[in-house]
């Protein structure tokens, strides 16, 4: 995994693979900022003091405004993982065609292109099931608050077995019929996983993690690639 990691940092100076990045970041920065306009449209005139049967305290623009903000920090931390995912898996399939025809043209030549219907149904597959993960897990992250560290141990353990699964997912699909995909995604669990643990980790660093998807991408591609589990 280590040699895979980095071959995939010096694909990240590729321009193609940079302008995917580019591309991908701005989409996925735009989905959050829909979201704060929607958040912040409905917390317009909301009755928080309601709720706890105290009456008067309707939200203006402003604080309906901050209160949107606050809501859209909090799910750029928490979901910004799967959003991310779900929206580079669209160019999942640029990035990996551009790793191996730099470093496997071969494999490039037989390689079979995702398309985008593909390439889309995976990206959704994938988010829906980092979201699943992360709500069955929620009740641990809560209880494992306490330790301060331990919180942060589970989430990246959780997403990199979603991650390191997808990814693995996404890059198999080029290659291969299905017996061989499903001899490598077994073979694999744990190198993918560690790949998967490693993505998450850059998620939890500010701005460093926008690099995370497509390195993880080119990541998985040398895994592929290089054909032993343990490399």
């Known amino acids: 995994m280590i040699r895979s990691l980095f071959l995939a940092l010096g694909d990240l100076a590729d321009p193609r693979i940079l302008g995917i990045l580019v591309r991908s970041l701005l989409i996925t920065l735009l989905i959050f900022i829909g979201l704060g306009v929607l958040l912040g449209w409905a917390l317009d005139g ?26 859209t920090l909090l799910g750029l931390w928490l979901l910004f993982p799967a959003v991310a995912i779900g929206v580079i898996s669209a160019y999942m399939d640029r990035i990996v065609a551009v790793v191996e025809a730099k470093h496997y043209p071969l494999a490039a030549a037989g390689a079979r292109p995702l398309g985008l219907a593909a390439g889309a149904a995976l990206g959704l597959r994938s988010t829906l099931r980092v979201l699943l993960y992360n709500l069955i897990a929620l009740p641990l992250y809560l209880v494992l608050l306490v330790t301060g560290i331990g919180a942060i141990v589970a989430f990246v353990i959780v997403n ?67 054909g032993a589990p343990s490399t």
């Open 46 to 71: 909301v009755d928080p003091c309601g709720w706890f049967g105290e009456g008067g305290c309707a939200l203006g623009p402003s604080a309906s405004g901050f209160g949107a903000l606050l809501l």
């Open 160 to 226: 990199g077995l979603a991650f390191g699964r997808d990814l693995g997912e996404m890059v198999a699909a080029r290659h291969g019929d299905r017996e061989t995909r499903r001899a490598w995604l077994r073979a694999t669990k744990a190198d993918r996983a560690l790949i998967g643990a490693a993505v998450t980790g850059i998620f939890l660093v500010p701005f460093v993690n926008l690099l995370a998807p497509v390195l993880g991408a080119a990541m998985t591609a040398h895994l592929y690639h290089r």
